[in-house]
């Protein structure tokens, strides 16, 4: 296999289900830092100018609202947010299809809650459909480790990179010596020091 780096230019971030509800059936990662790597995977797409997709799911009901600092961080995405009502693999839903094909970009960064459901079905179609797809594993998670263990793994057999928030964050930034990477750099300082 050849490294197919990620660059700022060429690449969408997807964050689907990030919602306080379903985050707290989450038990293979912590909700604090399971909520801290969503919100940087967010902060770095807002330093990075990248196409972001935001989604959810049933909002009105046990999956609750999205994380309110997802509107801080980036408030376009999150008012254009595709609202699914129950769907599973949000790739099935024409809105966020669309949204995601508007990005106009094949590299797509996932970030899903719960990884076992939320974030399995959509990777496996956008790898079906030629997007070179990165799951951040650690701004996910799945009620048990095994669950976790088993969705990354099957993910991962299909052809998707797993990876972690601050891997992410390196690889996206490039390097330290710019405007934008010195605000990365702060930005991984400051929750490694929270």
């Not at 990662?29 to 995977?41: C, G, H, P, T, W």
């Not at 088993?150 to 797993?162: F, P």
Request: some cysteine; aromatic content about 6%.
């Amino acid at each position: 296999m050849s490294f197919n780096k990620f660059t700022a230019t060429d690449t969408a971030l997807l964050m689907i289900d990030h919602q306080v509800g379903t985050m707290g059936w989450v038990k293979s990662i912590s909700f604090d830092e399971m909520k801290r790597n969503a919100v940087m995977l967010a902060e770095t797409a807002r330093i990075l100018k990248i196409p972001t997709v935001l989604t959810s799911s049933m909002e009105e009901y046990a999956q609750g609202p999205l994380l309110s600092e997802l509107q801080t961080s980036l408030p376009t995405a999150f008012a254009e947010r595709v609202k699914r009502m129950g769907i599973v693999n949000a790739m099935d839903d024409a809105n966020f299809a669309a949204a995601v094909q508007a990005t106009g970009r094949k590299k797509v960064v996932v970030a899903g809650v719960t990884n076992d459901v939320c974030t399995v079905y959509p990777v496996l179609t956008l790898i079906d459909m030629g997007y070179d797809v990165q799951v951040v594993a650690d701004a996910g998670g799945s009620p048990t480790k095994l669950a976790d263990e088993v969705s990354l793994r099957r993910m991962e057999r299909h052809g998707a990179t797993i990876t972690t928030t601050n891997q992410l964050i390196a690889e996206l930034a490039g390097t330290w010596a710019t405007p934008e990477g010195g605000e990365l750099v702060q930005l991984i300082i400051g929750a490694l020091q929270a």
